[in-house]
């Protein structure tokens, strides 16, 4: 124990000795001193850090998942007619035949059946995704010559994360499918004008086609084959360029204007001509102005929508994308007829603005109740120290991660808010122990100094065993380490800038402002209070541009707790210190002192307590799994999935039966919103590798329901959810029906 630690050569607010030989007794943290020596250069910092820390936070990108490479290729072949056992001999063996040849592939599986084949390749995750994808086409190209003629072209699919729709655009209206499609194509167009929307797509509606009926008998009659009636009616719909003239001083391009603008004008085209007499289209077919065959359904609470899927462009703000978007669709309501109804569903942006608002509201109470415990142990003024190193750390940590390309996403929101409850730690050993150095006789700067410098290599080493804890999940391998391996990086940023402020910033406000309570108070000069109020003005300022709420909350707060001090808490606090606080430490002190006078019981105990609490998880943990299943879906999708080759009619039909049983689920009352995708992607209004997306093309459908917020529930969404697992689709034969609840997080393969 040294000399400042036992009170020796000065008593309580006693004078300390300044002579060197006296002073070098006590340690000194280096860039502790340097930063106190440099005081004005450290105010400056952290100015700097605030300002940049809000900038950082403000335009660093938020989504609601890390950008992960999925190590996985798809390559599907369409062979409409043909046998499972016809597709795996002709397609599916000849193509894996090459693509085994292929390294670090880690797993290969496919699936034949009728009219479809389909190979998953899954590679290690070191490998480079481009240079798989490049192996993939090429392996694809060698084999393609040992495909069937008849086999459509193989597609290469790859997995993305990014391309994951944010939210769902649904339009409905009294004015039929035809116009809510051409409403639907114009607000396509100007969505996708969004800098941060990558594409729209739009499922559901009807499409205008021309339908030209051949007669079988009247071809015969006359001859004429019905390759020349397309080759006719293509050759005549078409502008032809031809060139220009000149006309005097003036220059003009030549146009054959031959496109059709009338379905009628396609009866007048001559196919042939039959012993001199030109034949006509109408003679040998009749031409239909009607509606092209449909390839997507879309219903909102069963009322037929168009519906259009969002897709962000990858690190985009998706709280930004989100609001650009219902901003540009109610900007264009106008412009819509009067019956026009827009709802946007599956909106994953809640989510995240959720969690940001709660991370603002969990910085701002953590400041309330630092200041509110310790100022029982170290007033109010010197609490507000502790309070500082809250916003100071994760403004750098903001820095830190705008700067390494990181994005606010959900594994790193959820990392800062979990070392809220940490960042005061350091900053609390500092200021306590300059401040008793204070009560001994120290000066303020010497204070800050010498205290700093006896409790900085044990901070230190506190903070690298909570760092050397998080560190391994750095090196978590496969793509859920990848997923994942934000959450230590977080921690191990916000951690370091607690330890940098609580070692630098911290002693340095101290040795500037820090008082003793019974220290008579000087008033602040009027330019300080001034530029005080101006800055604590520009603060608020920029919290009330970014959450109004979370800023008229602040002030409220701070305005309450000042009364609540001056009325309440401040002759508390000196009740406390002066009568509660001497107390507790001498019952801490007989307590220590039977452990030292026990050590081998106590010693023993400790390490039969150990023992029993091993045993006790052993036997009553209830297992682990990679996301808890016990918290309330926010969504339950049906899935439909009809054998391929099916029509997307036979798969609406099915989903429409769906439909009318789920009128009879119990708890429909929480219930938001109801919305049925056939064909087309089928998905949801999310992707399948967040669990969210539906099964793909004619033959796949889903039915996709949405509760209301958890608060507003008056049934178990679990209830609900095991009723339709046991009872939907029971009586439908030949599709398959699986009911299951949105998943918590992405998949993880």
């Known amino acids: 124990m040294n000399e400042a630690s036992s009170g020796k050569g000065m008593g309580q607010g006693g004078s300390v000795p300044t002579d060197k030989v006296f002073l070098d007794r006590f340690k000194e943290f280096g860039p502790t001193s340097f930063a106190i020596d440099h005081r004005t250069s450290v105010l400056v910092l952290l100015v700097i850090i605030v300002m940049q820390g809000m900038y950082s936070y403000a335009t660093t990108p938020q989504e609601s998942f890390p950008e992960v490479e999925i190590p996985m290729v798809a390559v599907n072949t369409m062979y409409p007619g043909v046998a499972p056992a016809d597709m795996e001999s002709l397609v599916t063996r000849p193509l ?29 995750t070191s490998v480079n995704l481009d240079e798989a994808l490049a192996k993939i ?19 290469i699919i790859e997995f993305n994360f990014s391309e994951v729709p944010v939210l769902q655009v649904n339009l409905a209206g009294d004015y039929g499918l035809v116009r809510i499609k051409e409403i639907a194509d114009d607000l396509k167009d100007r969505l996708e004008q969004i800098p941060s929307v990558l594409r729209v797509d739009i499922r559901g509606g009807l499409e205008r086609e021309v339908a030209v009926g051949v007669d079988l008998g009247k071809l015969k009659y006359y001859n004429v084959a019905i390759s020349d009636v397309i080759e006719s009616i293509r050759s005549e719909n078409v502008n032809i360029p031809s060139g220009a003239i000149d006309v005097g001083s003036s220059k003009y391009l030549v146009r054959v204007d031959g496109e059709f603008d009338d379905p009628a004008l396609i009866e007048d085209v001559v196919v042939a001509t039959v012993n001199g007499r030109p034949v006509y289209v109408r003679d040998i077919a009749t031409v239909d102005f009607g509606f092209a065959e449909r390839t997507s359904y879309a219903r909102l609470n069963g009322s037929p929508v168009v519906t259009l899927d969002v897709i962000k462009r990858s690190g985009q703000n998706i709280i930004e ?22 709802e946007f569903t599956s909106d994953t942006s809640e989510d995240i603005a959720m ?29 507000g120290f502790v309070a500082i ?10 820095i830190i991660i705008k700067a390494m390309g990181m994005t606010m996403n959900m594994i790193v929101l959820f990392s800062l808010i979990l070392a809220l409850g940490m960042l005061v730690d350091n900053a609390i050993v500092v200021v306590e122990n300059i401040y008793r150095y204070m009560e001994q006789g120290w000066d303020r700067v010497r204070a800050a100094k010498k205290a700093t410098g006896e409790v900085a290599l044990p901070v230190i080493g506190s903070t690298a065993t909570t760092l050397a804890a998080f560190a391994p999940l750095i090196f978590w391998p496969g793509m859920v380490g990848e997923l994942m391996g934000n959450l230590p990086i977080t921690l191990m940023i916000t951690l370091f800038s607690s330890l940098f402020v609580a070692l630098t910033i911290v002693p340095t406000l101290c040795s500037m ?22 800055g604590v003005g520009v603060i608020v300022l920029v919290i009330a541009l970014k959450n109004p709420l979370t800023a008229v909350l602040m002030v409220g707060t701070v305005v309450g707790l000042h009364w609540f001090w001056r009325a309440v808490l401040c002759s508390a606090s000196q009740n406390f210190k002066h009568r509660w606080e001497p107390a507790i430490v001498r019952w801490y002190e007989r307590r220590v002192q039977w452990a030292l006078d026990h050590r081998a019981l106590t010693i023993g105990g400790s390490l039969a307590a150990l023992v029993l609490t091993v045993v006790a998880f052993s036997v009553l943990h209830s297992g682990i799994e990679y996301f808890p299943e016990n918290v309330p879906p926010k969504q339950v999708f049906v899935d439909v999935e009809l054998p391929v080759g099916s029509r997307v009619d036979a798969t609406d039909a099915v989903a429409r039966r769906m439909e009318e049983e789920l009128k009879t689920v119990p708890g429909r009352e929480d219930w938001k919103s109801e919305v049925s995708t056939i064909g087309s992607g089928g998905s949801g209004g999310a992707s399948g590798m967040m669990g969210q997306g539906g099964p793909g093309g004619p033959a796949s459908g889903r039915v996709g329901i949405s509760f209301v917020e958890f608060q507003q529930r008056d049934h178990d969404p679990f209830e609900t959810l095991s009723w339709m697992q046991e009872y939907l689709g029971r009586d439908v034969a030949g599709a398959v029906i699986t009911t299951q609840a949105s998943q918590e997080g992405p998949s993880t393969g």
């Not at 630092?370 to 109010?380: A, D, E, K, S």
């Not at 330019?527 to 005080?532: E, K, S």
């Open 96 to 124: 894996e035949e090459d693509l085994s040849t292929i390294s670090d592939v880690k797993l290969m599986t496919s699936t034949s059946v009728e009219g479809y084949s389909s190979i998953l390749v899954e590679f290690e």
């Open 137 to 155: 086409r090429e392996k694809v190209d060698l084999a393609k010559p040992e495909l069937p003629p008849e086999a459509e072209e193989p597609m």
């Open 321 to 342: 994308t989100s609001n650009s978007v219902r901003a540009t669709a109610a900007a264009m309501k106008a412009e819509f007829p009067p019956s026009t109804r827009i």
């Open 355 to 383: 969690m940001v608002s709660s991370l603002e509201n969990n910085i701002v109470s953590g400041l309330i109740l630092i200041v509110g415990v310790l100022l029982f142990f170290l007033g109010l003024a010197n609490s």
């Open 389 to 398: 190193a809250i916003p100071s750390s994760m403004f750098l940590s903001f």
């Open 513 to 534: 402002f820090m008082k003793l309570d019974d220290e008579p108070r000087r008033s602040l000069p009027p330019v300080a209070r001034r530029t005080m109020v101006g």
